[in-house]
């Protein structure tokens, strides 16, 4: 099939990278987001998709607003488009434009965490499991039939970065095998059940906060949701603190209170049971292991965490 691939995060970069490779099918260029400050120098850079297609000699389009540019997609005129975390809502005319519609790889398995972070959704909840969907795009929010779904379990300790390299692993025979359904004319299309449906939002720095209240279950959640980005966040005597690593435990106090900080860690009391921070960071220093925090930074027992502040932006 001849092919636009539009897309962004580095997810659907494995997923790029098959199409691309697949004697079956033909890339004839990608979409992607513009390039974006980022780094300490704030310099524009290029998402890895971008820079993967231009030394594959694919052409690449960058339109700031896709509803008000999709010039390039109508010049190349593709059979499918494939859609892997772009960032935009794609309006009607676009997907209107190539012949077959539109395939989108999401990162859940839907219709539960529609939206825009749907990895880091799957793990505070707790799911045991969670996947890639390969999902028919229409107008709405990930709202579109589902073709197939291919399913992972969740690791106990795994983190948001870690579950997300797995889940882009998924995305080639995923979408290899979507194509394959479609060429032969056996893909089906699964209604979602809307009852069932639940939506993650976009993140932003405040949701690492930790609100020492909360069930030391749910905070070690959040620890693994929110790493790499946006980091869980602490404060202690007016430090700031991001938790890298941290650990669930059966320990009692007030929340908030450090029950024990030593080799083992930093021990904090929550609503119920307690958390033992292994591994924290203060702000422009490097991650260190907590028994050498402490060396730095005594704690002693009885001290509190701030139970609210707030995360500059």
């Known amino acids: 099939m001849r092919i636009v691939f539009c897309g962004t995060g580095d997810i659907g970069l494995p997923s790029f990278r098959a199409l691309a490779d697949s004697p079956l099918h033909e890339v004839l260029g990608l979409i992607t987001q513009p390039d974006r400050p980022a780094g300490r120098d704030l310099k524009p850079r290029p998402p890895a998709v971008k820079s993967e297609a231009l030394e594959r000699g694919i052409p690449v389009a960058q ?21 892997a975390a772009y960032g935009q809502i794609l309006p009607r005319p676009v997907l209107d434009l190539p012949r077959l519609g539109c395939l989108n790889l999401h990162a859940s398995l839907l219709p539960r965490h529609r939206g825009a972070s749907p990895i880091q959704a799957a793990i505070l909840e707790g799911d045991d499991e969670t996947g890639m969907t390969v999902m ?11 073709l197939l779904a291919k399913r992972i379990r969740i690791l106990p ?42 939506h993650a939002v976009k993140l932003d720095r405040h949701d690492g906060r930790l609100d020492w209240c909360e069930p030391a279950l749910q905070l070690a ?19 700031v603190v991001k938790i890298h690593r941290a650990e669930l435990s ?53 001290t509190k965490f701030d139970l609210s502040f707030s995360v500059l932006p």
Do not use: C
Request: net charge negative; no cysteine; hydrophobic share 40%.
């Open 250 to 302: 059966d320990g009692k106090g007030d929340p908030g209170a450090v029950l024990a900080a030593g080799s083992r860690g930093i021990e904090v009391a929550a609503g119920e049971g307690s958390l033992v921070l292994h591994e924290v960071q203060m702000e422009g220093r490097k991650r260190l292991p907590a028994a050498d925090f402490l060396r730095g930074h005594p704690i002693v027992p009885g």
């Open 157 to 198: 300790d795994e983190n948001a970065g870690e579950l997300h390299d797995r889940l882009a692993g998924l995305g080639p025979s995923a979408i290899l095998e979507a194509l394959d359904l479609l060429q032969g004319g056996t893909a089906p299309r699964i209604p979602q059940d809307s009852l069932l449906a639940t």
């Open 136 to 146: 028919y795009v229409d107008e709405g929010l990930d709202t579109g039939d589902m």
């Open 221 to 239: 959640r959040r620890v693994r949701a929110m790493s790499p980005w946006p980091g869980a966040s602490a404060r202690i005597g007016g430090i």
């Open 63 to 83: 339109p700031e607003r896709i509803r008000k540019d999709f010039s390039a997609l109508a010049e190349w005129a593709p059979e499918l488009m494939v859609v």
